[in-house]
């Protein structure tokens, strides 16, 4: 197994809150990894970090032979990354072959130029583009919503839009911010199963930042578990749910939730 991304003390502090405190992990090539904690943990924080988004004061990132620290949030996706967002950013005007072609605008050599011209360039590269976007719409089994608005289509379809158009681009890594955050439990198993078919298509790696530990459980190889910034277990999904420390993350959590329950009856 080769790391594909390892993260090495990372610590990101905001004023006086660390919000991720001297955290270390690695993610293999066709590996996913969950990242898990109660609320406030440092998930999407660290999360952040990867996606370039925050510049933590202490540790290194590395993606393959790149520090992940010291580059900007734009050329992430050059290097092969490609994430999805807690609440969906599609364009809800155009269709669902429109936003997965989106995905492709990295790979189209063809310039504004040659697209005003029409020039065999440009034309060649287009009808690339939209074979790759038909192929993922086949293997998402999208295609009676192929030419529909995005907006107006159920959620859980939305989300699949999604993944479809990070994954339309070919990146070496996945990363998802709570891919079933909003999901009906009908939906949500259909993601899953979903995902699952991917990894196994694909062999995707992916990081995958989820609250969920069901659906964790059966998409992740390996769990890395946050709590109040810092790493307190790393292991198989049977592992985690053993894990004294784990449990006690857990509990103190809902111990919380109750005491607040108490509190405003
Ligand atoms: N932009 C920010 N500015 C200040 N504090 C932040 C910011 N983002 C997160 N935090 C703090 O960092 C800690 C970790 O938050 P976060 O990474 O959002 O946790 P999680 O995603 O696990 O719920 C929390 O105490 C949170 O209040
Ligand atoms: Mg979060």
């Known amino acids: ?22 955290v270390s992990f ?12 109660p609320n406030g943990a440092g998930k999407s924080s660290l999360f952040n970090c990867i996606t370039a988004l925050y510049k933590p004061q202490v540790g290194s990132i590395r993606f393959e032979n790149s520090e992940l620290t010291t580059t900007s949030p734009n050329d992430i996706a050059k290097l ?12 809800g005007g155009l269709t669902v072959l429109e936003n997965i072609l989106l995905g492709r605008h990295l790979q189209m050599k063809a310039n504004l130029f040659h697209a005003m011209l029409g020039t ?30 995005v907006r107006g289509l159920p959620y ?43 990894k196994a298509e694909l062999g995707l790696s992916i990081l995958l930042v989820e609250h969920d530990i069901r659906v964790v459980s059966s998409l992740a190889e390996r769990i890395v578990v946050l709590e ?17 420390a784990v449990i006690a993350a857990y509990l103190g959590e809902e111990a919380e939730t109750l005491e607040q329950k108490g509190k405003n009856p």
Do not use: C, H
């Open 1 to 22: 197994m080769t790391a594909l991304l390892e993260a090495k003390n990372v610590t990101l502090r905001f004023g006086g809150v660390t919000a991720v405190n001297d």
């Open 26 to 37: 690695v993610l293999n090539s066709n590996e996913t990894v969950a990242l898990i904690g």
């Open 80 to 91: 092969g990354i490609s994430r999805t967002f807690q609440n969906i950013e599609l364009f």
């Open 120 to 149: 065999p360039t440009w034309v060649k590269s287009e009808v690339a583009q939209i074979e790759r976007a038909e192929a993922m719409i086949d293997l998402l089994e999208l295609q009676s919503y192929r030419d529909r608005r």
């Open 156 to 198: 859980g379809v939305q989300k699949i839009v999604e993944i479809g158009r990070a994954l339309v681009s070919q990146p070496k890594l996945l990363l998802m911010d709570e891919p079933v955050a909003g999901l009906t439990s009908d939906e949500k198993d259909e993601l899953v199963q979903r995902l699952q078919e991917l």
């Open 228 to 244: 109040y910034g810092r790493k307190i277990a790393d292991g198989s999904p049977e592992q985690i749910r053993n894990d004294p």
